[in-house]
Nanobody, 129 residues
Framework: QLQLVESGGALVQPGGSLRLSCAASGFSFNYYAIGWFRQAPGKEREGVSCISSISSSDGSTTYADSVKGRFIGSRDDAQNTAFLQMNSLKPEDTAVYYC???????????????????WGQGTQVTISS
């Protein structure tokens, strides 16, 4: 029952950068993998990135092919916060972005939305000229 709150969404021009934050409540944040997802109008929610917990023996950060090389997921467990650094933004990146906590320390597949139990409220990212 981790509570997550996203922030940092904004209107950005194509080619610009934006950093999203995901602040978590409680002291157990570091035990859970954190995923970033997005949902554009008329589209299904899709996985963007997942950052494994430091407690995972095979921890890693994964990315969807559509954002690989442009987005960087990270976490600061001392601050109970995860981040999504978004660079070289494109109009097709426009969506509501969500962070979510998995039920494990290791990242599930980005397609496995059901394995993320706690979700933030979302923050709007709009890429437009």
């Amino acid at each position: 029952q981790l509570q997550l709150v996203e922030s940092g969404g904004a209107l950005v021009q194509p080619g610009g950068s934006l950093r999203l934050s995901c602040a978590a409540s409680g002291f157990s944040f570091n035990y859970y993998a954190i995923g970033w997802f997005r949902q554009a109008p008329g589209k299904e929610r899709e996985g963007v990135s997942c950052i494994s917990s430091i407690s995972s023996s095979d921890g890693s950060t994964t990315y969807a092919d559509s954002v690989k090389g442009r987005f960087i997921g990270s976490r600061d467990d001392a601050q109970n916060t995860a981040f999504l650094q978004m660079n070289s933004l494109k109009p097709e990146d426009t969506a509501v972005y969500y962070c979510a906590a998995a039920t494990s320390a290791h990242c599930p597949g980005l397609e496995s939305l059901g394995e993320f139990a706690d979700w933030g409220q979302g923050t709007q990212v709009t890429i437009s000229s």
